[in-house]
């Protein structure tokens, strides 16, 4: 599956080139809504989210697909997969109307929602993975039958972490609260456990041929795009 830019550039209209394997498939989008996802500054990790699941749904629109999204932080809330632009419009009125808050339920709400699949499908899971390792590998192991794509969004602080000085720090999910100085060597520190804790998840994904995608909310939604569909 990919965008063909030749024809948008031909005409300025997204048309997406489909292979036939890719037919036929209900699309399932799976947006994490816990409070770890309401973090920004210009635009939060949780509407940057929204932004990717919208643009699914719109292609598999387009495509004449069934598609659904639902969400998940410390409960799961579920939808029936429809085709057509009723469908997205009552996704969008949906999430105009979410807020991010409470804590995860990540491998729980996975292993309900698995039940709820009966037929063939593309599993878009949009997320900070900020999960242990452990439970990511579970929730794949689950899905490996279907066309599985990992979307993980991180604040472009978290992935430049240019901070220096004296923080008071606060769990989003839980919380709790922690005073820490951030110098040079806690920043080196902090990316050589995101950079591990990433590249688990990209070898958890690679044993069930699922892909895995790292984006910023910092970045352009048309670029995001281009990378996980070409």
Not at 49 to 75: P, Q, R
Not at 89 to 118: C, D, M, P, T, W
Not at 198 to 216: E, G, Q, R
């Amino acid at each position: 599956r990919g965008i063909d830019w030749k024809a948008y550039a031909r005409s300025e209209k997204i048309y997406v080139k489909r292979y036939e394997e890719d037919r036929n498939l209900t699309v399932h989008i799976l947006l994490d809504l816990s409070g770890s996802m309401d973090f920004g500054n210009k635009i939060k990790k949780s509407e940057f989210a929204s932004m990717i699941a919208l643009g699914f749904s719109y292609i598999a629109m387009k495509n004449n697909e069934k598609f659904v999204l639902s969400t998940y932080d410390d409960k799961l809330e579920f939808f029936k997969p429809q085709k057509g632009a009723h469908q997205l419009a009552s996704i969008l009125h949906y999430l105009n109307n979410k807020q991010a808050k409470g804590i995860s339920s990540f491998e729980r709400s996975l292993s309900v929602y698995k039940s709820l699949i009966n037929s063939r499908a593309l599993i878009v899971i949009i997320s900070d993975f900020f999960y242990d390792i452990q439970d990511i590998k579970n929730v794949l192991h689950r899905y490996k039958k279907n066309k599985i794509k990992l979307i993980q969004v991180l604040d472009v602080m978290e992935k430049k972490m240019d901070l220096e000085g004296d923080y008071n720090l606060i769990d989003l999910e839980s919380d709790a609260k922690m005073h820490t100085f951030i110098d040079a060597f806690l920043r080196k520190q902090y990316f050589n456990k995101l950079e591990m804790h990433n590249a688990l998840i990209k070898d958890a994904c690679a044993d069930v041929k699922a892909d895995f995608y790292t984006v910023s909310n910092d970045e352009n939604i048309f670029d995001v795009f281009y990378r996980i569909l070409v």
